[in-house]
């Protein structure tokens, strides 16, 4: 009887997007992590004022991650649930996390004749417990769930036969490769190194400071996607909210308000990010170090600034008072002024520490 189980992040920068979630509690185990961060993890907000992380309008897929992530794939006709177990054990004793659909209904113990098809990630198991760990949402937070060795197989297996099933075809199994890739198996790469990380960082700040709308569109433009980067979200999501106002603050519908809700988290994610790096900046570099801390000082209040926003699109939900709305426009605006203005000064001291550590 043996037990092992994978070390994760506990208080990953990402809970908003279970797909990205599962990866940040892994890449987050790793001080490599911060150098690959640099230069990836762009968010947008499309017009209708949705945030996604992502590039040129679209989520990141698995691919995205491969760089710093070590990613195998094994086929699902290969491994029955029978197998399963055996095969989680096998692959986390070799420090590999699993990720891998499972029927939810089955995980939860739901009767349904519908099955319910998600993704998940193993990171540990206990023999003489019978149990494997599954990160689980509980609520809106994320906790570690000691799932039944039997548990676990029957939800494999419930996903195992639909996956099998002729009838979902193709097109399904190529929609979940965004995600996951048959039965995914995941390790930080450790030799990942970015050469270039504090230039990317410096070239990071220009870029949220100045914030861009893209346009995209195909060549015969028949579709068209407008989308927003840097403090253009924020910007963006104080004008659309307010054009709420103009007609009336009672017309947004619920679910648009917990829409709004979760892109103000994951910019609030985003930006606690960024702030992640200029620490790793400031210990990187060791130059300018007290004027660096002191701007940092200041955008920390504009992050606290933006959890009290998300805090108001909640207040909101539950009331649906008019003056709280035009609060969070209000507010939204004055942040995303400050760090306009917090941001043009941090990237012009990381620019003047950084040239000073290059040849002449």
């Not at 001080?31 to 961060?37: A, G, N, Q």
């Not at 040129?56 to 995205?64: F, G, N």
Request: proline residues 2%; hydrophobic residues 35%; glycine residues 4%.
């Amino acid at each position: 009887m043996g037990n092992k189980k994978l070390k994760i992040c506990e208080t990953p920068f990402v809970t908003s997007e279970c797909w990205t979630y599962y990866k940040m509690i892994v890449l987050q185990t790793e001080p490599v992590f911060i150098e690959w961060l640099t230069n990836h993890m762009d968010l947008f907000l499309n017009d209708c004022g949705s945030a996604t992380f992502g590039d040129h309008a679209e989520p990141y897929t698995l691919s995205y991650f491969n760089e710093i992530l070590d990613i195998t794939e094994n086929r699902i006709d290969d491994v029955t649930e029978k197998e399963i177990v055996d095969y989680v054990i096998s692959q986390i004793n070799e420090e590999y996390y699993v990720k891998l659909d499972l029927d939810f209904n089955k995980l939860f113990g739901i009767e349904a004749e519908e099955k319910n098809i998600h993704e998940a990630i193993i990171y540990g198991y206990d023999q003489e417990k019978r149990i494997v760990y599954i990160p689980l949402l509980n609520g809106e937070k994320f906790q570690e769930e000691e799932v039944p060795f039997e548990m676990f197989a029957s939800a494999y297996g419930s996903m195992w036969e639909q996956f099998m099933t002729p009838q979902i075809g193709r097109e399904w199994k190529y929609v979940r490769r965004h995600y996951v890739l048959g039965l995914t198996l995941l390790r930080v790469n450790k030799d990942y190194f970015n050469p270039n990380a504090q230039f990317d960082l410096i070239q990071k700040l220009d870029y949220e400071r100045k914030g861009f709308v893209y346009e995209k569109k195909s060549f015969d433009g028949e579709e068209i996607q407008r989308y927003h980067t840097g403090l253009a979200c924020l910007h963006h999501l104080a004008e659309y909210i307010d054009g709420f106002n103009q007609n009336n603050f009672e017309k947004i519908p619920d679910d648009c308000i917990l829409g709004y809700k979760k892109s103000y988290l994951k910019i609030y994610e985003h930006q606690s990010m960024l702030r992640s790096c200029l620490s790793w900046f400031i210990e990187k570099t060791k130059i300018y170090s007290d004027d660096m801390e002191a701007l940092c000082a200041e955008y920390d209040v504009c992050l606290k600034s933006i959890y009290n926003i998300i805090l108001l699109t909640i207040k909101y939900y539950m009331t649906h008072e008019d003056t709280i709305a035009a609060r969070i426009v209000e507010n939204t605006k004055e942040v995303c002024e400050k760090e306009k203005d917090i941001l043009k000064r941090l990237h012009k001291t990381a620019l003047e520490a950084y040239l000073s550590t290059l040849e002449v």
